[in-house]
């Protein structure tokens, strides 16, 4: 079956510019979480969504960094006014509700600041 | 809070070498351990896991066993092939949000 997909696969901006990152789960799958990999901080978590909700949102960097979920599927990750650290790449993953611990991860969005 | 130390690489072998890739973890309950490897220009992909004390996870030829004492997880394979060059990332979860703390990642270049 289909796995987590996201898009864009790159996007480069301006710095001072708003970007949305959109993730796709596995269908079926209640849990979404979001991470970011950089040189610099290796692998960070950002958010946790359980269906709709966000419970866990302890990883988001700053107040420029968003997260909504809507239908317990698509969820979007808006960085705004993004600065030339916010460039990474941010990977999304989901899990099954018989299988909470493992999670599937997506190829990730490679962010670019100029 | 809670951590997980990788061994820093690269770690360089040769085709048919024995691998151990060190990890070790910090954390104040029972975490679930994993591995998950990233291929040249890929995602991340689970190895294998581990839920408990004393399991092994195992695929691919890769095993790790979930040791208490040591607080460890090392990552083993008998004999790597050019094709297991790759990053590896150990990586524990344990709350109720199961978010996933990683190591730093070691980077596995196997020489023909």
């Known amino acids: 079956g289909a796995g987590v997909s996201q898009s864009p696969s790159n996007k480069v901006t301006e710095k001072g510019k708003d970007v949305e990152l959109r993730c796709d789960p596995i269908s079926g799958h209640t849990a979404l979480y979001w991470y970011r990999q950089s040189l610099g901080q290796g692998l960070e978590f950002l958010i946790y969504?359980?269906?709709?909700?966000?419970?866990?949102k302890s990883g988001l960097p700053s107040d420029r960094f968003s997260a909504e979920r809507t239908g317990g599927s698509v969820s979007t990750l808006t960085i705004q006014r993004t600065q030339q650290e916010d460039s990474a790449v941010y990977l999304c993953?989901?899990?099954?509700?018989?299988?909470?611990?493992?999670?599937?991860f997506g190829p990730g969005t490679r962010l670019l600041v100029l | 809070g809670d951590s997980v130390t990788q061994m820093e690489g690269p770690v360089t072998l040769s085709e048919e070498a024995f691998l151990t890739i060190n990890c070790t973890y910090t954390a104040t309950g029972y975490p679930s351990l994993f591995w998950y490897v990233q291929y040249p220009g890929e995602g991340l992909q689970l190895l294998l896991k581990a839920m408990k004390a004393d399991d092994k996870g195992s695929n691919k030829g890769f095993e790790a066993t979930y040791r208490k004492e040591t607080t460890s997880f090392h990552l083993e394979k008998g004999s790597v092939q050019v094709s297991d060059s790759a990053v590896y990332f150990c990586a524990l979860n344990m709350d109720s949000s199961y978010k996933l703390i990683f190591g730093s990642g070691t980077r596995l270049l196997v020489r023909p």
């Open positions: 993953a989901s899990s099954p509700p018989t299988s909470k611990e493992t999670q599937y």
């Open positions: 969504f359980q269906g709709n909700s966000a419970p866990d």
